[in-house]
């Protein structure tokens, strides 16, 4: 064999062996995501959406829990990665007119959190700001009447990502919401709500409500 022969098989080599420890470390370092299952807190949210919003981790885990019933009733979910990232939510019964839920969202934060992006469908309503967003949809409570609220019964789901997020500006903003709205959704049944809601697939894209 000769010398450039020798050359040319040893950065073959090289480059087999730094593409291999290049797959290995995105395989045990960076993949923990994948590794959720496919629908994460009680088959809620799809783990896509999950991607879409944390960051690469080693690992991550995932829980949801469901509290109490009619206007004590709460849902929640988490995914916490070992990159320090947590994403969360909460969806709760109680009284709020769309308008009070709209207003309260818009200013929540401060003028820190800068624009708010929102959209609509069928009656469901979400908005998105900084690093949270959220979801109101009417929802009367098993068990309770519509009359019985001081302003209207809803489900009102709230969520927000703590410290890196993978994407940012309107691509985190509509993540986010996309994550509350699955969410919404999944408690809408569990909290037994008694509208009998018809949820469409996806609530519009921002700016194409």
């Not at 009680?42 to 981790?57: F, G, H």
């Not at 820190?112 to 959220?134: I, N, P």
Request: proline fraction near 4%; glycine fraction near 8%.
């Amino acid at each position: 064999m000769s010398k450039s022969t020798k050359i040319v098989a040893l950065i073959t080599a090289l480059l087999a062996l730094t593409t291999g420890v290049w797959f290995s470390y995105r395989e045990v370092f960076t993949r923990g995501l994948d590794h959720l299952p496919s629908k994460v807190c009680d088959e809620a949210v799809k783990r896509e959406t999950v991607m879409r919003t944390l960051p690469d981790a080693r690992s991550a885990e995932e829980g949801s829990d469901t509290i109490g019933a009619g206007y004590g009733f709460m849902f929640t979910c988490h995914i916490n990665t070992t990159s320090e990232s947590l994403l969360s939510g909460e969806s709760e019964i109680q009284d709020s007119s769309q308008k009070s839920w709209e207003k309260y969202y818009k200013s929540y934060g401060g003028e820190s959190k800068g624009k708010t992006e929102q959209t609509a469908e069928g009656g469901v309503y979400a908005l998105s700001r900084g690093d949270f967003a959220s979801v109101y949809v009417p929802c009367v409570p098993r068990g309770s009447k519509a009359v019985d609220a001081s302003q209207a019964p809803a489900l009102i789901t709230e969520v927000r990502v703590i410290g890196e997020s993978r994407a940012t500006g309107p691509a985190l903003h509509q993540a986010l919401v996309d994550f509350a709205y699955e969410m919404t959704r999944h408690a809408y049944a569990l909290g037994k709500c008694q509208n009998a809601h018809k949820f469409p697939d996806e609530l519009p894209r921002f700016g194409k409500s």
